[in-house]
């Protein structure tokens, strides 16, 4: 039996003075069910998946466009604090490509109100990072992951991570 089941009926059979039934009715539907599925967690960065071409052999650098929603900033690739978790992408070897150092955008410096001396190297609204690639000819996909931690002007959040793939045609 669920613990949620046995608490509903526990306190429908409890006599309370002047406690109408549907009163106790609607506290024991408030009660959580443990086994149920946890809600997805929220995402607070989207990445604009584009097809990009480059010419094959060259060193060609791509754009992966990155936008952090309104009302939230993440950490930059170089936090001031080594407590924070900095915006890092990692990207799986793609065969005929040769992927070369990620280029991260600077941040903007940031403060929070209750402390305006502490300043943080944050990206808030859309950035850009920058791939440097030399590729053969055809067309590649590069899999990889943007690990960030996402805050607001109260309070920072657990990281996250959100699946990148780069498509690009090399002739």
Do not use: W
């Amino acid at each position: 039996m669920q613990p949620r089941l046995v608490l509903a009926a526990g306190l429908l059979s409890l006599p309370l003075a002047g406690a109408p039934l549907a009163s106790l009715v609607a506290n024991a539907q408030q009660v959580g069910n443990l086994d149920a599925p946890a809600p997805k967690p929220k995402s607070y960065v989207v990445y604009a998946a584009e097809q990009q071409n480059v010419t094959a052999g060259k060193r060609s650098v791509l754009e992966l466009h990155f936008r952090v929603v309104d009302g939230f900033h993440v950490n930059s690739h170089t936090p001031k604090s080594e407590l924070l978790i900095p915006t890092q992408i990692t990207l799986q070897p793609a065969a005929g490509v040769k992927a070369e150092t990620v280029e991260y955008p600077a941040g903007t410096s940031f403060s929070f109100s209750f402390d305006p001396t502490e300043k943080l190297d944050v990206y808030s609204g859309a950035f850009t990072v920058k791939l440097p690639v030399v590729a053969d000819a055809g067309t590649h996909t590069i899999d990889g992951t943007l690990r960030y931690q996402a805050c607001d002007d109260a309070a920072c959040y657990p990281p996250k991570s959100l699946p990148v793939q780069v498509i690009l045609t090399a002739k």
